[in-house]
C-alpha cells in the first residue's frame, strides 16, 4: 500500500502557488480575451485556495467567510466581464485584447 | 445751542458742496442751465455761511481747537481711524477763504460757461472739488487729510481735461494727475512712518508726539510729507503740472490756484509744523526750495505771452514766498499770505477770464492792447489786484509779501531773504508787463488790412472747429496768433463782473487781516494757539523793519518801472517783445521754463525708455514670462513622457500589476525578513 500520504497545508499552498503562476503567465501571455478572463478566475480561485487552507491550519473560520466574498465579487466580474468581452465580439468579430487599445495616451 | 454742539456740525461744511456734486452728477442735465450753476454757488454760499457760523462758534471756545468724529471709519485691529473734524483756527481760516472766494468763483464760472454742453457737470466737479479741499483741511488726522488730498487731486484733472475734445487738454489733466502722484507718494510713506512711531495719524497724537522723535525720524518725515507738498503746491521741480493746467476753463485755474488744490502744500506743512520744528533741517530745506522756486518761476514768467501762463508762473512763485515763510518759521505769515493771494490771485485769473471771454477767446497779450476803454471794471479789478502782488502799500499783497520777508530777515535767514527780495522785482515786472499789454498801449486786437477777419463772437465758436480743438494757450516762441476781429471788444455780464470787483475790493483790504502793528495783527493772535510752541520770530527794532519794508516796495516799485520804461507804448510790432530781447539767450532759457519739461520729457524718452524696454523685454518676456512658460513646458514634456505608458494594451497593465504586486511582496518579504 502506499504509504499514507499526509496531505499537509503545504500541499494546498503549493499548489495554489502554481496556480496563481499559471493563471498569471496566461495572463500575460495570451491574447485572446476570454481566456485571459478565465486566467483571472484562476488567479482568484488560487487566493481561495489559500484562504480556506489558512482558515483550516488556523481554525479560523474568518478565512472561509473571505472566501465567500471573493466568490461573490467573482461572480459579479464575471457579469460585467462576459458583458463587455460580448460587445467586443458584436463589433470586432473577434476577441484578441491587443486590437483593442483605442484609450491610449 | 452751544458754541461746542455747533463745532460738532462742523462737517455740514464739506458735506453741503458734496451734496450739490452728487446732485448736479445724477441730475445736472435735467436741471439745466443756469439753474445747475446757480444750484452748485448757493450751496458754495451756504457753505460759507455755515463756515462763518463755525468761526463764530470758535472764538467762545477754550482752548481753540474742538474735534470731532463722526464716525469710525477704519476699524482694523490696532489701526483705527475716524471720520473725524477739527476746528481749530487753522482749519477754520482755510474753510472761510475757500468756501468765501469758492462761492466768487462759482459765481463767475456762471457766466463763463455759458452755452457749454456738459454745463451741469462742470459745476458738479467743481462742487466736488471745493468739498475735496473742506475734507482736506478739516481733517483731525492725517488720513481724513489723503482723503480730500486725493479728492482735490482727482477733481483737478476732471477740470483741467473738462474739455477733452482738446488734445492738449486731456494731455495736461494726466500730467496734474500724474505730477501729483509722485507727491502723494511722498505723503503716504510719511503716514507708513508716523504710524509705525506714533502708533496714530492723529494731529493731536502728532503735536505731543513729534517732540519725542529722533532727529533723524522726524527729518525723514517732515521731507516726505514736504516731497507731498511739493507735489501738491508746484514747487520745484514738480512745477510743471501747473502751467499746462491751464488748459482748463478760466474759473478751474482759478479755483485751483486761488482757493483749492495749490495751498493744499501750505496747509499740509503748516498742520504737520511740529514734524518740521522737531527737524530743524527739513525746515531748511523748505526755506530754500520755496525761495528757489520763487526766483525761478518769476523769471519764467517774464517772457510769456499767454495771459494765463504769466500768472500760473506767477502763482507758482506765490507758492514758492508761502514755503520760505514756513521754512523759517513765519507760519502765520505763510498763512496770511495764503489768504491775501486766494483774493488777488482769484480777481487776477477771474479778470484774466474776462478778458479772454471778451475777446473771442483770444489769450495772446501781444495781440491785445488797450483795453482798458472796452473792459472798465474789468481793468479796475485787475489793476488793483496787481498792484496788490507787485507789494505796493496799501493793498494787501504787500502787508503779506513785507511779513514774509521781513521774518525771513529776523530769522537770521539772510540767503533766503536776498533771494525772496529779487523775486519781489520780478513779480512786479512780470505783472505790470501783462497789465501794459493787455490794458494800455495800442490796440493790436484788430486784424490788419486786407486780413481775413472773422466776423463772430467768442461764444459763438463752435466746439468741434479745429480752432477751438487747437486750443487757446499761447507758448513761448510761437509766433503771436492773427487777431480776429470782432464787432467790439465788451465787457462780461454782471455775474462775472461782480465776483471780479469784491475780490479786488478784497485785495485792497485784505491787508487789515494783519497789519504789522501788535494789536492789529488779527491774523497773527488768531493763529497762536495752533503754532504753540513755535518761537515767534521779532523786528530787532521798529527802524529795521520799516527799513525792510522800504526796499520791499523800492523793489516792487523798480519792477514796474523797468516795465513802463519797455512798454509804455505797448507793441509796435506783435511779433518783437523788447524785454525778450533784451535778455537775449537769457530769455529763451526763461521762455523754455529753464528746459525743465523739456529735460524731463528728454529724460522719460531716453534712459526711461530704455529702462521700460528693458522691463517689458527683458524682465517681463524674459524674466517673467520666461518662468511661467518655462513650468508649462516641464510640465508637458513629463506628460509627454509619461503618456507612453498608457499604451491601452490591457497585457501591459496586467505586467504593470503584477511587477508592482512582485515589488511589493518582496518588500514586504524583506522588511519582514
Redesign the interface.
Known amino acids: 500500500m502506499i504509504a499514507a500520504l499526509e496531505l499537509t497545508a503545504n500541499y494546498y499552498l503549493v499548489l495554489a502557488a502554481l496556480l496563481f503562476t499559471i493563471g498569471t503567465v496566461g495572463l500575460l501571455i495570451r491574447r485572446n480575451v476570454l481566456v485571459m478572463f478565465m486566467c483571472v478566475e484562476l488567479m482568484l480561485n488560487a487566493a481561495n485556495l489559500t484562504f480556506v487552507t489558512f482558515a483550516r491550519e488556523l481554525d479560523d473560520v474568518g478565512g472561509q467567510a473571505i472566501v465567500f466574498f471573493t466568490l461573490v465579487v467573482a461572480a459579479a466580474e464575471v457579469a460585467v466581464g462576459l458583458a463587455i468581452i460580448v460587445a467586443i465580439f458584436r463589433r470586432r468579430r473577434g476577441a484578441t485584447a491587443d486590437d483593442v487599445h483605442l484609450l491610449k495616451g | 445751542m452751544s458754541a461746542r454742539e455747533l463745532l460738532d456740525l462742523v462737517w455740514l461744511i464739506p458735506a453741503l458742496p458734496l451734496f450739490g456734486a452728487v446732485v448736479l452728477l445724477l441730475f445736472g442735465k435735467r436741471i439745466g442751465e443756469p439753474a445747475a450753476g446757480w444750484l452748485g454757488t448757493g450751496l458754495m454760499g451756504l457753505a460759507f455761511a455755515w463756515s462763518v457760523v463755525t468761526f463764530l462758534a470758535l472764538r467762545d471756545v477754550e482752548p481753540r481747537a474742538h474735534s470731532y468724529d463722526l464716525f469710525t471709519w477704519l476699524p482694523s485691529g490696532g489701526f483705527e481711524v475716524k471720520m473725524g473734524f477739527l476746528a481749530d483756527p487753522l482749519s477754520v481760516t482755510f474753510i472761510l477763504f475757500v468756501t468765501g472766494v469758492g462761492a466768487l468763483i462759482h459765481l463767475y464760472a456762471i457766466g463763463y460757461m455759458h452755452g457749454d454742453a456738459r454745463f451741469g457737470r462742470f459745476f458738479a466737479y467743481m462742487n466736488l472739488f471745493a468739498a475735496s479741499m473742506l475734507v482736506l483741511v478739516l481733517g483731525n488726522n492725517f488720513l481724513v487729510t489723503f482723503l480730500g488730498w486725493e479728492g482735490v487731486g482727482l477733481c483737478s484733472y476732471l477740470l483741467v481735461s473738462f474739455w477733452f475734445e482738446r488734445n492738449s487738454a486731456a494731455v495736461a489733466g494726466k500730467k496734474a494727475f500724474v505730477t501729483n502722484r509722485i507727491g502723494d507718494f511722498g505723503f503716504m510713506l510719511a503716514m507708513f512712518l508716523i504710524f509705525a512711531r506714533l502708533g496714530s495719524l492723529d494731529y493731536g497724537v502728532m503735536t505731543e508726539g513729534a517732540d519725542g522723535l529722533a532727529n533723524g525720524t522726524a527729518t525723514a518725515i517732515a521731507l516726505l510729507l514736504f516731497l507731498g507738498a511739493v507735489g501738491k503746491s508746484a514747487q520745484f521741480p514738480l512745477h510743471v503740472w501747473l502751467p499746462d493746467a491751464m488748459e482748463g476753463p478760466t474759473p478751474v485755474s482759478a479755483l485751483i490756484h486761488a482757493a483749492t488744490m495749490v495751498t493744499a502744500g501750505v496747509f499740509l506743512v503748516a498742520r504737520a509744523h511740529p514734524f518740521f520744528e522737531a527737524s530743524g533741517s527739513a525746515s531748511e530745506v523748505v526755506a530754500w526750495v520755496g525761495a528757489g522756486t520763487a526766483l525761478f518761476a518769476g523769471t519764467i514768467a517774464l517772457v510769456q505771452p499767454d495771459i494765463k501762463r504769466v500768472l500760473a508762473y506767477s502763482t507758482v512763485s506765490q507758492l514758492g514766498y508761502m514755503f520760505l515763510a514756513l521754512g523759517v518759521g513765519a507760519y502765520g505769515a505763510a498763512i496770511f499770505l495764503v489768504v491775501v493771494h486766494a483774493f488777488f490771485k482769484a480777481t487776477l485769473f477771474l479778470g484774466a477770464g474776462s478778458v479772454i471771454h471778451g475777446n473771442a477767446d483770444n489769450q495772446d497779450i501781444r495781440t491785445m492792447g488797450g483795453l482798458r476803454r472796452y473792459m472798465p471794471y474789468t481793468a479796475a479789478a485787475f489793476i488793483i489786484a496787481w498792484l496788490a502782488i507787485a507789494g505796493i502799500p496799501p493793498f494787501a499783497g504787500f502787508w503779506a509779501k513785507d511779513e514774509v520777508l521781513a521774518d525771513a530777515f529776523f530769522a537770521d535767514q539772510f540767503g533766503v531773504w536776498a533771494v525772496g527780495t529779487v523775486a519781489a522785482a520780478l513779480t512786479a515786472l512780470y505783472m505790470a508787463r501783462e497789465v501794459w499789454l493787455v490794458f494800455f498801449g495800442n490796440e493790436r486786437f484788430r486784424a490788419p488790412a486786407g486780413g481775413d477777419p472773422v466776423e463772430e463772437h467768442a461764444e459763438e465758436t463752435p466746439r468741434d472747429s479745429e480752432e477751438w480743438l487747437r486750443g487757446p494757450t499761447v507758448a513761448y516762441g510761437e509766433p503771436p496768433r492773427s487777431p480776429r476781429l470782432t464787432h467790439d471788444r465788451h465787457e462780461v455780464p454782471p455775474t462775472m463782473v461782480v465776483p471780479v470787483l469784491v475780490l479786488a475790493a478784497l485785495s485792497v483790504v485784505g491787508g487789515l487781516l494783519n497789519l504789522p502793528f501788535k494789536t492789529l495783527e488779527h491774523l497773527g493772535h488768531w493763529l497762536e494757539p495752533v503754532f504753540e510752541g513755535v518761537p515767534e520770530i521779532e523786528a530787532t527794532s521798529f527802524l529795521s523793519a520799516a527799513r525792510l519794508s522800504t526796499l520791499s516796495v523800492f523793489m516792487g516799485v523798480l519792477g514796474i518801472a523797468i516795465a513802463l520804461l519797455l512798454y509804455r507804448r505797448g507793441l509796435p510790432d506783435p511779433a518783437r517783445d523788447p524785454l525778450d530781447e533784451r535778455l537775449g539767450v537769457a530769455g529763451r532759457v526763461f521762455g523754455h521754463a529753464w528746459y525743465v519739461d523739456e529735460s524731463i520729457a528728454r529724460a522719460v524718452a531716453g534712459p526711461g525708455r530704455r529702462f521700460a524696454d528693458w522691463l517689458n523685454d527683458g524682465l517681463d518676456h524674459r524674466g517673467i514670462d520666461g518662468a511661467v512658460n518655462g513650468v508649462a513646458d516641464l510640465v508637458r514634456r513629463t506628460g509627454g513622457g ?10 501591459n497593465y ?2 504593470g500589476v ?1 511587477f508592482g504586486a512582485a515589488g511589493l511582496l518582496l518588500f514586504l518579504v524583506f522588511r519582514a525578513g
Open positions: 509619461l503618456r507612453r505608458v498608457q499604451s491601452g494594451l490591457v497585457r496586467a505586467l503584477v
